[in-house]
C-alpha cells in the first residue's frame, strides 16, 4: 500500500513538472532582467517551460529574446500590449513555437527568421503598424491562422521603388561576383576583399542572376495566400528593373512563359498556404 501510494506521488509530481507555464501579465516590466524568470517562474526550468505571457507589461525591446533559445519546448508566446517597435532576429530559434502573439504593440517590421519556425500555427500581428511582411512567411507551411487588422499594409499602401546608388566598390563587386563565381579566388586577393565578396545577397527575381551588397530596391509583392487576401510581401531586388519583371541580369535560359504572379516567391502549393487570414 505505502509503495503504491509512493508510485501516486511520483506520477503525481512528474505531471506537475512536465509541463510549465510562465505568467507575468500586467507587471509592468520595461526588460526582462538575467535570472528573472528563474526567480519568479515556480520549479523553473528551460526544458520544462512550454507557455510563457509576457503580455500587457511596458517593453520597447525584447533584446534578452537571444536568452529564450534554451526554451526548448516552448510552444506558446505572448508579447502582445505592449511597446515593442521590432522582435529581435533571435526570436527564429524557437522552433518548437506553434502560437505567437505581437498584438497591440508598434511593430512597424517583423524579422524574416519568422520563417524558421516552421511549427506555427497561429501568428498574430494586429494592431501594429505593419507595411509589408517579409517573404520568408511563406515557408510557414503549418500556419493556420495570421492576424493582420488594423495594420497600413491592410488599410492604406503606397507603392515606391527607391534605391541608393551603389558605390563603385559595389558596381565592381556585382560583376566580380557574378562573373567568376565558379572561380577559387582564396589565393587570388586580399582576405577583406573576399570577405566583401562573400557577402553578396542573391537578387529575389528568379530569372535574374545579379547580386547587391548594400544598394538594393525594397519592392512590395502583393500575393494571394489562400483565394481571397492579397498581402504585401518586402522582397529585395539589385535593380528597379527587376520589380518591372525584366531582371538586370538575366539567365539566358530564362524562360518567358513565368507569369508575373510566379516571380519574388517561392513555390507552394495550394496546402502550404495559411487557411485563414484575418484582415477585419
Known amino acids: ?52 505571457n509576457l503580455s500587457q507589461n511596458h517593453f520597447i525591446r525584447i533584446d534578452g529574446i537571444g536568452r529564450f533559445a534554451n526554451l526548448v519546448r516552448l510552444e506558446i508566446l505572448y508579447l502582445g ?28 517590421t517583423i524579422p524574416s527568421t519568422l520563417g524558421q519556425l516552421t511549427n506555427l500555427e497561429s501568428l498574430s500581428l494586429h494592431n501594429n503598424l505593419l507595411r509589408t511582411l517579409p517573404t520568408e512567411i511563406i515557408k510557414l507551411q503549418n500556419l493556420q491562422q495570421l492576424s493582420l487588422r488594423n495594420n497600413p499594409l491592410v488599410q492604406r499602401f503606397v507603392h515606391t521603388v527607391e534605391i541608393q546608388p551603389p558605390t563603385l566598390k559595389e558596381m565592381a563587386g556585382r560583376i566580380v561576383r557574378m562573373k567568376m563565381a565558379r572561380v577559387d579566388l582564396r589565393n587570388k586577393i586580399p582576405r577583406e576583399l573576399l570577405s566583401y565578396l562573400s557577402s553578396a545577397n542573391q537578387c529575389v527575381n528568379p530569372k535574374c542572376k545579379g547580386v547587391y551588397f548594400e544598394a538594393c530596391v525594397e519592392h512590395v509583392k502583393f500575393v494571394d495566400f ?22 538586370e541580369s538575366p539567365y ?11 516571380l519574388y516567391v517561392p513555390a507552394a502549393n495550394q496546402n502550404d498556404k495559411m487557411r485563414k487570414v484575418l484582415l477585419g
Open 1 to 52: 500500500m505505502e509503495k503504491q501510494q509512493q508510485n501516486n506521488d511520483a506520477e503525481v509530481a512528474t505531471s506537475s513538472t512536465r509541463f510549465q507555464e510562465i505568467a507575468l501579465v500586467n507587471y509592468r516590466l520595461e526588460e526582462l532582467p538575467e535570472g528573472y524568470l528563474e526567480e519568479h517562474g515556480e520549479f523553473y526550468s528551460p526544458l520544462r517551460v512550454s507557455s510563457l
Open 81 to 108: 500590449g505592449n511597446r515593442l517597435k521590432e522582435v529581435p532576429a533571435t526570436i527564429g530559434r524557437l522552433s518548437s513555437l506553434t502560437s505567437l502573439v505581437l498584438c497591440d504593440n508598434i511593430l512597424e
Open 226 to 247: 489562400c483565394g481571397k487576401y492579397r498581402v504585401p510581401l518586402l522582397q529585395f531586388l539589385c535593380s528597379p528593373r527587376c520589380s518591372a519583371n525584366v531582371p
Open 252 to 262: 539566358a535560359s530564362s524562360s518567358s512563359s513565368e507569369s508575373d504572379d510566379d
